[in-house]
Each structure stands twice: as C-alpha cells, then as structure tokens.
C-alpha cells in the first residue's frame, strides 16, 4: 500500500487533541482511522511519532499524518480551459467558474484546477503539497472568482505565511434572502464541523470551534433579498455562508445552510469572490486581483432590480 503525506500546522488554542483535530482538518477520515493510523505510526507530531490519540497540542505544534492513497492516487493533468486573470514566474491566477473543484478529493478525482492546472504548467506538480500541488487557499465548488496558485516552493511559502498571518485582503459578494439586521456588520462566531453531518459546518457553541470573524455591507436593498460585499476576516471552510445564516440571512440558493428551495431562480448559490488584494513574493504593495460577476450571477441579480422598478 502507498501512503500520501498531508502536512497540518497547529494554530488555534491550546488542549485540543491530536485524533479531534485531524479528524476536523480531513473530514473524508474517521476518527477511529485516524487513531489506526497513529497505532500504526503514521502520525508524526514536531518529527516525532505520536503513540496517544489523546495527545493535546500547542500552537505552532506540526503534524504529519501519512494517509493511505485512494481518490487522490496520480493526479492527471487534464487539457481544460482556464479563465487566467494573471500569471508570472511566481503566481498564477485564475477566475474559477461554478461547478468546478479546486482539487481532487473524494468524490472529485478529475476536473478539477488542479488537472488542468498540470496540464498547463507541469512544474506545479512539485510545489506545495503533493496532492494539492500549487495550492495556497481553496473555494467552494460552487463559489465562483478569484483563485491563486503558487508556480515555485518560494512563493508557495510565502502566499502560506500571507494566508494564516491574514495580512491580505478577501471581497466576495453574495445574495441573500432576507435582510441583514443592520446595513453594515461584523459577524464572529466560532466555526466547527457539525456533529450530526461531517460534511456541513456549524457556529460552535460553548467556545468550540475555531476563531471566525467576517464583515458585511450593504451594497443593494430589495424587497425581500439584499445584495452584500462581504470580507472573509479569517478563511475557515465555509465561513461565509455558514455566519450569513448565523444572522439570518442565508445565500440565495445555498440548500445546505439556507432554504430548501431557492427564492431566485439559479442553479447554484449566489456568492463570488471578486477581489483578492495580495502581495506576490518580495513585494511591498499587494496587487489586486479582479474577477467580474459572472453572467448567470449578474443575470439573477438584474431581475431583482426589474421587478423592483416595476413594483416601484
């Protein structure tokens, strides 16, 4: 059997335990294979081996767990169009459409950017983590917008300091049923997987979870919808969507965390990541990367603005 080495860096408090956090950070594994796994010496804790599921960890704490290889066992490049905002020796950026996953997991062995990203530049296959190749921060399949990859280990390095330091800058705009309680707020609420669905998440009560901060304005008002720039303070899976239902007011067309049946009509969720203000290695000044509202998303929201003058 051949094992896939996935590596974690510890940032949140201290007291949680090793088994808990892994089975957190990969949630196609269970709890008790990730304590298999560590019985079997393939978990690693700061190069030593780790021989107690319950062994609580500290910030900064690096683990490296060796996973046996299945879904992601050789990665194809795969000739697939790609929307590139932007690309040099460090970066390339790219203008992700809905529908597509950013790399291949469960579920998604091919299709992915990642596949079409080796197929366009086979040198990522050596950067970052190898079956994440090039990939410094994630959307969700059905989020559209701006997506950047690393081309070299030194700029992969970097973008990852840049991401969990925060010191970058995220704008998505979402549609969402119903009307925030004021024009303009800051949501923070933990963020934990939820213990009845290990696919969803939730907002942790009693201090579970991790720190999730996020921040929203109004940039249009309708009847019964509000159009938000929204600004991912910390990138936790999910936040977005999970925080905007937190308050109230969910994402149109997100049938996981808001209504069953969209009050628009889409075939997916209403959320893109526009802008993504980041510095490129050795730089100062960040560059701004922008990617437009895509046409189904602009088309849904210019209905909205129909109906309204025609109510009006």
Known sequence: MTFTTRRFEFQSDEGSRIDKYLAEELPDISRSQIKGLIDSSKVTLDGEVVTKAGLKLKPGNVIHIQIPEGESEGLVPEKIHLDILFEDEHVIVINKPAGMVVHPGAGNASG???????????????????????????????????????????????????????????????????????????????????????????????????????????????EAHTFLEVHPITGRTHQIRVHLSYIGVPVVGDTVYGRRHPSVEMHRFFLHATTLAVRLPGERAPHVFNAPLPEDLQLALDRLRDQQRRSG
């Open 112 to 222: 992915t950017l990642v596949n079409a990203l080796l197929a366009y530049d086979p040198a990522i296959r050596h950067v970052g983590e190898e079956d994440r190749p090039g990939v410094v921060h994630r959307l969700d399949k059905e989020t559209s917008g701006v997506v950047l990859f690393a081309r070299t280990e030194k700029a992969y390095k970097w973008l990852v300091r840049q991401f969990k330091s925060r010191d970058l800058e995220k704008t998505y705009l979402a549609l969402v049923d119903g009307h925030p309680p004021t024009p303009t707020g800051r949501i923070e609420a933990p963020i934990t997987r939820d213990t009845n669905n290990r696919t969803r998440m939730a907002v942790g009560l009693r201090g579970q979870g991790k720190t999730a901060v996020s921040e929203y304005f109004e940039l249009e008002h309708f």
